[in-house]
């Protein structure tokens, strides 16, 4: 059965990215959201098996959203998304419970084996 996942970043020509490498490659897009409020909530709506979070995003940033996904299902799987230089947060991210970080601009091998890795 093909895993769903949930794709948050504040940038609809990057969410579309994402959706464009995962759907080429046999997953389901459960939904996207461009903030971490909206993330959160469509979390608990879809309970995807894998989100995919920006870091920089409007009203709650990817790492807050993170934290509040993870306080209501510890075992949530989620991918941080980062440009380049963000290493205090993606650091900060992994230790609030991201299994993974891919760094912007995206390249489809490197999305495809960071979510192959997390979803086993």
Do not use: H, W
């Not at 230790?95 to 489809?108: E, L, N, R, T, W």
């Amino acid at each position: 059965m093909a895993k769903n996942i949930l794709i948050c970043d504040d940038a609809a020509f990057m969410r579309m990215m994402i959706k464009d490498i995962l759907t080429k490659n046999g997953y389901n897009i459960a939904g996207e959201a461009e903030n971490g409020k909206i993330a959160v909530d469509k979390y608990a709506e879809t309970k995807p098996d894998l989100v995919m979070m920006d870091i920089t995003m409007p009203e709650m940033d990817g790492i807050q959203a993170l934290k509040k996904i993870k306080e209501t299902d510890p075992g949530a799987t989620v991918i941080m998304c980062s440009a380049m230089g963000q290493q205090a947060m993606v650091i900060e991210s992994i230790q609030s419970g991201a299994k993974d970080f891919i760094v912007k601009p995206f390249q489809a091998d490197r999305v495809l084996e960071a979510v192959k890795k997390v979803l086993g």
